[in-house]
């Protein structure tokens, strides 16, 4: 079973600001089928990246994700106010679990 | 317009049973694997269980496995999860989830106490 740890758990920063979010897996993820989701407060999360790094229909072009293997970023090239959320990394693929990590929470500085 | 609506949660007191539905809507249903995902009170999210397009494989995760039974019934485009013997740590918001490979679409949740 893969285990997916990001970093850091909470992250603060003013909005114009670039946020880089990490997730590290404890096994080489295959074909980097790695997807991020955001979620606001009260919300269901929703999804923004797939495949490590393809961004889901209606995605502003500010997000984007990379890495391959075991290690992914998510990157927020200039926060807006909207985007101060929580943000989970997700594996997945044929075979479940799909295990989720524990989340990286974005705040206000 | 996809739409994934749950309901059935409530408040239930230690080892009853209670059953999840998800009505979707918006897609051909029966071409789409659905899972339930879940979040306990500000913690992070958690994987449940996955179910294919005509009901014949399933997969669980090891906390609920001989618990909690995932169903569908695509004449009613809808998804199901019985859950028994539940436990204060069962205590969640539940979500039902379109698989796309990704989780590509979210119902807003159903919350379930359990709580005596």
């Known amino acids: 079973e893969i285990v997916l740890t990001q970093s850091p758990g909470t992250l603060s920063l003013s909005p114009g600001e670039r946020a880089t979010l990490s997730c590290r897996a404890s096994?080489?993820?295959?074909?980097?089928?790695l997807a991020w989701y955001q979620q606001k407060s009260g919300q269901a999360p929703r999804l923004l990246i797939q495949?490590?790094?393809s961004r889901a229909p209606g995605i502003p072009d500010r997000f984007s994700g990379s890495g391959s293997g075991t290690d992914f970023t998510l990157t927020i090239s200039r926060l807006e106010p909207e985007d101060f959320a929580v943000y989970y990394c997700q594996h997945y693929g044929i075979t479940p679990p799909h295990s989720f990590g524990q989340g990286t929470k974005l705040e206000i500085k | 317009e996809v739409q994934l609506v749950e309901s059935g949660g409530g408040l239930v007191q230690p080892g009853e049973s209670l059953r999840l539905s998800c009505a979707a809507s918006g897609f051909t249903f029966r071409d789409y694997w659905m899972s339930w995902v879940r979040q306990a009170p500000g913690k992070g999210l958690e994987w449940l269980a996955d179910i294919n397009g005509d009901g014949s494989q399933t997969f669980y995760v090891d906390s609920v496995k001989g618990r909690f039974f995932i169903s569908r019934d695509n004449a009613l485009h809808s998804l199901y999860m019985q859950m028994s013997s539940l436990r204060a740590e069962d205590t969640a918001v539940y979500y039902c989830?379109?698989?796309?490979?990704?989780?590509?679409?979210w119902g807003r949740g159903t919350l379930v106490t359990v709580s005596s």
């Open positions: 096994q080489s993820v295959t074909s980097n089928y």
């Open positions: 495949g490590a790094s």
């Open positions: 989830t379109r698989e796309n490979w990704v989780k590509d679409y």
